[in-house]
């Protein structure tokens, strides 16, 4: 076991889980859908582009736990298995993950999620 990895692994996944839900907190409680819906605010943003606001913050924490998973997975990795296999896996479920939650969060109507399932699928194959 590295113990660097795992605390820079445990690290990455506390930030990805402060950074959601701060934002949560500080800056998406704020916002009201309905005072979107609103004519004085429709001219500043739509309804579309808050939820892709909203999906873009919350992205980042699920690629950070990505990460911080694959930190992890190399701290505990079997010295047979080679490292490069473990993060390709990793950050391919981490993609797929966003993918998902993308194509969830914007109703399909941003083609993000098609990128994301890409290059998760790339990975795979590796």
């Not at 990460?67 to 490069?84: E, K, N, Q, Y």
Request: hydrophobic fraction near 60%; aromatic fraction near 10%; charged fraction near 10%.
């Amino acid at each position: 076991m590295n113990s660097y990895l795992v605390t820079a692994g445990i690290l990455t996944l506390l930030l990805g889980a402060a950074h959601s839900i701060l934002g949560e907190v500080l800056i998406f409680r704020r916002f009201n859908l309905n005072a979107i819906k609103s004519d004085e605010v429709k001219q500043f943003l739509s309804i579309r582009q808050f939820r892709s606001l909203w999906a873009s913050w919350h992205l980042v924490s699920v690629l950070g736990w990505g990460m911080g998973a694959a930190l992890l997975c190399l701290a505990f990795a079997d010295t047979r298995i080679a490292p490069m296999l473990i993060i390709a896996r990793m950050l391919s479920l981490t993609f797929l993950v966003s993918s998902i939650f993308w194509l969830i969060s914007t109703k399909g109507k941003h083609p993000a999620w098609i990128v994301l399932l890409i290059i998760s699928v790339l990975l795979v194959l590796v």
